[in-house]
T-cell receptor, first 114, second 113 residues
Framework: DGGITQSPKYLFRKEGQNVTLSCEQN?????MYWYRQDPGQGLRLIYY???????QKGDIAEGYSVSREKKESFPLTVTSAQKNPTAFYLC?????????????FGEGSRLTVL | GNSVTQMEGPVTLSEEAFLTINCTYT??????LFWYVQYPGEGLQLLLK?????DKGSNKGFEATYRKETTSFHLEKGSVQVSDSAVYFC????????????FGTGTRLLVSP
């Protein structure tokens, strides 16, 4: 079955540690995204990538980094510079092209900083 | 700028009640409009969409009509079920350039038996 796989589902981190969240898709989608979800704030875009080896900052990129070495994979690193990293992180992908607005989401990763 | 405004929740209904969740948007150009649903502990799933004015999106008994004159895309269902309890997100995507999606803040629906 095609889809997006995020791991881990739950992650605990001590302050000052970097963590990497995995996102893998087998949908052959060109574009991939990382969103952060906080209660009452909806989804905010962290980073996105339209093609391999290219990515752009979204609305709240500070304290995060990404890479796109393969079409299938778009890992997100939450660095110690992110001041409030506790949140639910969602990865998504989409075909490029006109009127292809549907995003396919993974099941999310919940990060808690202790 | 481009933005989506949804009614605040939670919306609490009894089973078989009529549902409306309001959504209005501000956009430069002519966006596509979407409703996504998020069940507890899961990611978002596309519920329905409309790509031009007067289009009606529908799925699983839910409907929404793209109203350009009122810049609205309200979600409706004639008879809700307990299994419809979830968070519903309205979103827009401009059909030019990168087509970034802009989400509303979400509306939680709670349906009791």
């Amino acid at each position: 079955d095609g889809g997006i796989t995020q791991s881990p589902k739950y992650l605990f981190r001590k302050e000052g540690q970097n963590v990497t969240l995995s996102c893998e898709q087998n949908l052959n989608h060109d574009a991939m995204y990382w969103y952060r979800q906080d209660p009452g704030q909806g989804l905010r875009l962290i980073y996105y990538s339209q093609i391999v080896n290219d990515f752009q900052k979204g609305d709240i990129a500070e304290g995060y980094s990404v890479s796109r070495e393969k079409k299938e994979s778009f890992p997100l690193t939450v660095t110690s510079a992110q001041k409030n990293p506790t949140a639910f992180y969602l990865c998504a992908s989409r075909l490029q092209g006109p009127n292809t607005g549907e995003l396919f989401f993974g099941e999310g990763s919940r990060l808690t900083v202790l | 700028g481009n933005s989506v405004t949804q009614m605040e929740g939670p919306v609490t209904l009894s089973e078989e009640a009529f549902l409306t969740i309001n959504c209005t948007y501000t956009a430069t150009g002519y966006p596509s409009l979407f409703w996504y649903v998020q069940y507890p502990g899961e990611g978002l799933q596309l519920l329905l969409k409309a790509t031009k004015a007067d289009d009606k999106g529908s799925n699983k008994g839910f409907e929404a009509t793209y109203r350009k004159e009122t810049t609205s895309f309200h979600l409706e269902k004639g008879s809700v079920q307990v299994s419809d309890s979830a968070v519903y997100f309205c979103a827009l995507s401009l059909n030019t350039g990168f087509q970034k999606l802009v989400f509303g803040t979400g509306t939680r629906l709670l349906v009791s038996p």
